[in-house]
T-cell receptor, first 112, second 113 residues
Framework: KNQVEQSPQSLIILEGKNCTLQ??????????LRWYKQDTGRGPVSLTI?????NTKSNGRYTATLDADTKQSSLHITASQLSDSASYIC???????????FGSGTRLSIRP | DAGVIQSPRHEVTEMGQEVTLRCKPI?????LFWYRQTMMRGLELLIY????????DSGMPEDRFSAKMPNASFSTLKIQPSEPRDSAVYFC???????????FGPGTRLTVL
């Protein structure tokens, strides 16, 4: 069964600290993995997208990693800012876009 | 470009009424996606169009839901008749090709009383 599981469900950290969010998937055949940031009341915004051959991709203070062998991905946020408070959603696509599996997201709160 | 445009932003209706949600994708994008988001189920893909043709509607909940894309710049999602359990935020997204980055609209918050 195609599944995407994210952990933790929620996370609170102090401003300036680093954090890492996890995503495990069982989607097959794998096409790509995306991380989205969703602010409250807004649509998701793409942070990174990685295909099978890529194992790391950065977007500013966001760095995503992918281990296609263990089917795990992580999103590392460096020097967190208050504006990083949002839900982070891991999305895995199987070959053919109709098979898009969403994780339930990690709710990140940054405290001053 | 203004990004993906959705209307209305908010819709409140009574059970049994017809609801039509509208989406204008980013110019030049050839793939369009309709999603539904609820607290219980998170984000779910409802239907996906490529070059105005529906590719997979297996995510559409039931026959009460229908979607059309008459041209490259416009799509609708219709619910008839609406039910309280349809209350959710409906997002439209577009991309150049189905494997590329999807750009989401602001969503339509639907409340069915």
């Amino acid at each position: 069964k195609n599944q995407v599981e994210q952990s933790p469900q929620s996370l609170i950290i102090l401003e300036g600290k680093n954090c890492t969010l996890q995503c495990n998937y069982t989607v097959s055949p794998f096409s790509n993995l995306r991380w989205y940031k969703q602010d409250t009341g807004r649509g998701p915004v793409s942070l990174t997208i990685m295909t099978f051959s890529e194992n790391t991709k950065s977007n500013g203070r966001y760095t995503a990693t992918l281990d296609a062998d263990t089917k795990q991905s992580s999103l590392h946020i460096t020097a967190s800012q208050l504006s990083d408070s949002a839900s982070y959603i891991c999305v895995v696509s199987a070959l053919g876009a109709s098979k898009i599996i969403f994780g339930s997201g990690t709710r990140l709160s940054i405290r001053p | 470009d203004a990004g993906v445009i959705q209307s209305p932003r908010h819709e409140v209706t009574e059970m049994g009424q017809e609801v039509t949600l509208r989406c204008k994708p980013i110019s030049g994008h050839n793939s369009l996606f309709w999603y539904r988001q609820t607290m219980m189920r998170g984000l779910e893909l409802l239907i996906y169009f490529n070059n105005n043709v529906p590719i997979d509607d297996s995510g559409m909940p039931e026959d009460r839901f229908s979607a059309k894309m008459p041209n490259a710049s416009f799509s609708t999602l219709k619910i008839q008749p609406s039910e309280p359990r349809d209350s959710a935020v409906y997002f439209c997204a577009s991309s150049w090709d189905d494997l590329n980055e999807q750009f989401f609209g602001p969503g339509t918050r639907l409340t069915v009383l």
